[in-house]
């Protein structure tokens, strides 16, 4: 096994530099500029071995990418422009030099396509492999899942179910790559920040992650399954993983969004609280299940 040196520089080579850090990897903290005139948004996730993959599934440039990918994915639903992250290694013994280089490839390259910098990190042993992503983005007005209104459209940007759908045996080479490589919707996010009231990522299932939204917006919704951008219904509802974009949009600003962002209207917010589904107009029962709890 490399020691921790070894492995930090092995780590950090495919990395470039980035725009407006101050104080980049090496010391105890970093230091960035952000621009004038933004807010700094805040995210951290983590990838944790048998929790959200398996090496039997994905190779390292994949857990690399997928890694920077859910967090980027968090900034997206703020509206956020991604700029600088942190990255905490866990790793057990038996690491490779290898292994830990292809965790880095994939990240770095997914940390290119968005101009997203790394800034600093922390290595150390555990029983499996972890990696625990903070990434910081700017936006001069986050979206939050606060402040959806009754009559706000519901609206789908992205996919959903095809990551769950990547898990079963004979998953077509698109669902296995949603399920692998998710691509975050960074770019329709800063657009639909302009026109949403509220947003969060489906990371957790379509219905859980509504949930989430209407608690912190003090809303109901009323959703058309039959509209929802999916080809298995199940999955969609409840499958997770998607990192797919749900908005609540004013009436009036609808239209302009549809011409910015490629999305689809899936219901609207309601008074009261809860969701009701319906599927070709008919009511349709919420499945026991509705998404995943880290927890249970």
């Given amino acids: 096994m490399p020691s921790e040196l070894e492995l930090i520089e092995a780590f950090l080579a495919p990395f470039p530099g980035g725009e ?8 105890d903290c970093a230091a960035v500029r952000p621009a004038r005139g933004m807010k700094l948004v805040v995210t951290t996730d983590a990838v944790v071995e048998r929790v959200h993959f398996s090496w039997l599934r994905f190779t390292p440039e994949d857990v690399g990418w997928k890694s920077l990918a859910v967090n980027l994915s968090d900034l997206a639903a703020a509206g956020a422009r991604p700029r600088w992250f942190l990255c905490a290694l866990a790793v057990p013994r038996g690491t ?26 922390n290595v150390t042993a555990a029983s499996a492999w972890s990696v625990t992503i903070t990434a910081l983005g700017e936006a001069a007005r986050p979206l939050s899942r606060a402040g959806a209104r009754p009559g706000d459209a519901l609206v789908v940007v992205g996919r959903l179910g095809e990551a769950a759908a990547g898990l079963r045996p004979g998953a077509s080479a698109a669902e296995s790559k949603a399920q692998r490589r998710p691509e975050p919707l960074v770019r329709e996010g800063m657009k639909a920040n302009a026109f949403a009231s509220a947003a ?36 969609a509802l409840s499958g997770g993983e998607d990192y797919a974009l749900l908005l609540s949009v004013p009436r009036r600003k609808l239209a302009a969004l549809q011409r910015a962002v490629r999305c689809i209207e899936v219901g609207r917010i309601v008074r009261g609280s809860g969701i009701q589904l319906t599927e070709h107009g008919r009511p349709r029962p919420l499945p026991r299940v509705t998404g995943f709890d880290h927890l249970k």
């Fill in 20 to 27: 407006r850090v101050v104080i980049g990897p090496g010391s």
């Fill in 96 to 121: 490779t030099l290898r292994q830990a280089s292809g965790v880095a490839r994939g990240m770095a390259q997914l940390a290119r396509r968005h101009r997203c910098a790394l800034i600093g990190g």
């Fill in 200 to 235: 969060v990522d489906v990371s957790d299932g379509f219905l859980r992650d509504l949930g989430h939204l209407l608690r912190e917006s003090r809303c109901g919704a009323q959703v058309e399954c039959s509209l929802l951008p999916a080809r298995d219904l199940d999955l």
